[in-house]
């Protein structure tokens, strides 16, 4: 599996928290705020090589600021 160690994060842009990117089962991969709990949408890949591309994208939505804020009961 590739790293995402080349992958720039900014802080979060709900609550300048870290960011982190997340792989869920092998199939899409998204940001999420380790503190408040924003996030991106999921970014599906079918391959390896697409594993490092789908993160650059969600990365790039989250650097934009394109997120998802969790609310009461979430």
Not at 4 to 9: A, H, I, N, Q
């Amino acid at each position: 599996m590739d790293s995402f160690e080349s992958v720039d994060l900014l802080e979060c842009p709900c609550c300048g928290g870290a960011g982190i990117i997340e792989d869920e089962g092998g199939w899409c991969v998204y940001i999420q705020c380790l503190d408040c709990g924003a996030h991106t949408a999921a970014i599906p890949y079918e391959t390896e090589e697409g594993r490092l591309e789908a993160a650059r994208t969600g990365a790039m939505n989250w650097n934009a600021r394109k997120v998802i804020r969790p609310g009461p009961g979430e």
